[in-house]
């Protein structure tokens, strides 16, 4: 008898945790949509903290790899509306401590990385695919019907793979001079709305920096220098 009062205090136990804790143990996050950064970043609120969330195991263009980085990050809004309810399953944190992972809503249950990839608006990021190796197939096919049909970014004659454009603007800017982290010169001191030239510019750095050390987001939006816009 006492072992079984045991095991319902235990269940009772279990199913008065919260919600965010129990995602937590199965390294799930749950939360709404607050801003697309672009077309593999969003920020999502979960349990009244806001999240920046690397999409894991894809990679979208840059937003300077025109008109590809905006058409993804355009695609990404119109499949994850703001206030969305989706499910993270937490992959990894990112050098700029960004929560990566794959995203799935919750009413739907769709694989935005995966979708992303199949309409091609994302390639898949082989070097980081371990962490998707439940659905590694499934990236890898979606991938090679989307080259095929030449959907998306694959509609061009010589696509520059995300990692490679990265790359090169990291070493054209060390050539330069510039900062070598691949963002603007400011971060290496101080940023300001008005060192930037567009309100993607400052939203890279707001993607890159999520404590928002610059103060870019003053209205804790997710979305930077809005007078940019």
Known sequence: MKLLIALISSLLL????????????????LGNVISVGDGDTIRVDSNHQSITIRLGCIDAPEMKQTPWGEESKQRLQTLLPVGTQVTIRKI???????????????NTGRNINLEM??????????????????????????????????LGYW???????????????????????????????????????????????????LMAFPNDPFKLDKNHDGIACESLS
């Open 92 to 106: 990894d944190t990112d050098k700029y401590g960004r929560t990566v992972g794959e995203v799935v809503t919750s």
């Open 14 to 29: 279990i199913l008065l945790m919260p919600t965010v804790a129990l995602a937590q143990l199965d390294h799930q996050i």
């Open 117 to 150: 990839v199949s309409e091609g608006r994302a390639v898949v990021f082989t070097q980081y695919l371990s962490g998707c190796s439940n659905n590694k197939d499934n990236y890898l096919n979606a991938e090679v019907k989307a080259k095929q049909q030449r």
């Open 155 to 205: 509609n061009q004659s010589n696509p520059v793979m995300p990692w490679k454009f990265r790359r090169e603007a990291r070493n054209a800017e060390n050539v330069n001079g510039n900062s070598q982290s691949g963002l603007p010169a400011c971060t290496q001191s101080d940023c300001n709305c008005s060192d930037f030239r567009t309100q993607a510019e400052a939203q890279q750095v």
